[in-house]
């Protein structure tokens, strides 16, 4: 059972575009949703991250929009830029216990110039 | 943002040895870390939980007694590898969870490329 789901599995975009990927979740337990940014052959990058409390967090180009009752959290790129080109990946936690995360199955973008 | 330093970055080992993986937190205490396998172009598959000063907790599947994970202080885990096969070739992450930060945030280590021949 995945608890986790992400889409899409890849993602083409021009540059300046936006990039949206998005993650639903079935464990309403879950209080901590982060995205990571990983590129080839190193290891994934916390990018941002946020809690239910809130709807949306900005930082940057990078937006999450988070849904709590349809349980669907979703990564915003503004202005995409080749450098964005990497492999996304959302996670979800929940506090107590190990707190590890759950790991969606990644979005390869490319961010084309 | 914090750092978390893992060693070697890539290793190649003959099949049949044992290969030790170092994960440290540079500039936090982590009481807490994990180890991650990752297959070509798919996801991170958590192997186990480290808890400092306790015994690792290994996710379903996942052979602890060749998967050996100490957690020796609040900066060091390590992962070692017995008696390597080719299978085992893979890419090991580590990532540690910073309870300084109120989001108690995690941070995952560089990875280590193992390849047995």
């Known amino acids: 059972q995945q608890q986790v789901k992400q889409s899409p599995q890849s993602l083409i975009v021009q540059k300046g575009g936006i990039s949206i990927i998005n993650c639903a979740y079935e464990n309403t337990a879950f209080d901590y949703f982060p995205w990571y940014q990983q590129f080839p052959g190193k290891g994934p990058a916390l990018l941002i991250a946020i809690r239910p409390d809130v709807s949306e967090k900005k930082e940057g180009r990078f937006t999450i929009s988070f849904n709590k009752s349809a349980k669907q959290f979703s990564l915003h790129i503004m202005d995409s830029q080749p450098g964005d080109s990497a492999t996304y990946f959302c996670?979800?936690?929940?506090?107590?216990?190990?707190?590890?995360?759950?790991f969606g199955k990644g979005t390869k973008l490319t961010v084309n110039p | 943002g914090a750092v978390v330093s893992q060693h070697p970055s890539w290793v190649i080992c003959k099949s049949g040895t044992s290969v030790k993986i170092e994960c440290r937190s540079l500039?936090?205490?982590?009481?807490?870390m994990f180890w991650y396998r990752q297959f070509p172009k798919q996801s991170l598959m958590l192997m186990a939980t480290?808890?400092?000063?306790?015994?690792?907790?290994?996710e379903q599947g996942v052979e602890k007694d060749k998967f050996l994970i100490n957690h020796a202080s609040l900066t060091l885990s390590t992962l070692t590898v017995t008696s390597a096969h080719p299978e085992d070739s893979s890419f090991y992450i580590c990532?540690?969870?910073?309870?300084?930060?109120?989001?108690?945030?995690?941070?995952f280590g560089e990875g280590s490329w193992l390849t047995v021949v």
């Open positions: 500039d936090f205490q982590a009481t807490t």
């Open positions: 996670a979800a936690s929940m506090r107590g216990g190990s707190e590890k995360l759950v």
């Open positions: 990532s540690a969870r910073d309870v300084g930060m109120a989001e108690n945030t995690i941070y």
């Open positions: 480290s808890n400092e000063g306790s015994k690792a907790t290994y």
